[in-house]
């Protein structure tokens, strides 16, 4: 039987550990073989969730819209190819306004830290279009970047992978 204890366990885990460092630290230590095995832990318990669901006391509509956020949530964990999204993977990569390299899109020498979640919009010679998931809080209060926050922005296409944090 599913039981939250595994979950509240892993959520215990990754609080105790973003105390001890910090985000960018945490990404990048955090093994992908633990991650890919509770990801297949939540697929085992995936029947025994729907069913605890089904028998819950909930209105029609409420087992609809948590029936959705369980397809959601399954969808994302399923595979490899929908749970690893593309990152920029690589130290220094500074952000452009376009593809040329001819204006930087933030401070002179600002760079993406690493485990930063792109969605690449198009590739031109060696850089991408991207939009930038400031997901490791890089360009928020005083070291705000517009830019990154409004629109697409360049960078190097090599920096970007789906192999992050790379395997053990």
Known sequence: MWSASAATGACRRLRRESRRQ???????????????????????????????????????????????????????IAGDGSYYRPVVAKNDVRVYTDGGRTTEACRPGDVVRPGTPVNELQRS???????????????????????????????????ITTAYPPRD
């Open 22 to 76: 910090s985000s960018p630290q945490l990404f990048g230590q955090l093994f992908r073989a633990e991650t890919d095995a509770l990801r297949r832990s939540f697929v085992e318990r995936k029947p025994a969730i729907y069913e605890a669901l089904q028998k819950a006391d909930v209105d029609p509509k409420g087992r609809e819209i948590a029936r959705a956020y369980l397809d959601a949530f399954f969808a994302a």
């Open 125 to 159: 010679g060696t850089m991408s279009q991207v939009v930038i998931l400031d997901a490791l809080w890089r360009w928020t209060a005083e070291e705000r970047c517009e830019t990154v926050q409004t629109s697409p922005v360049w960078i190097q296409s090599d920096a």
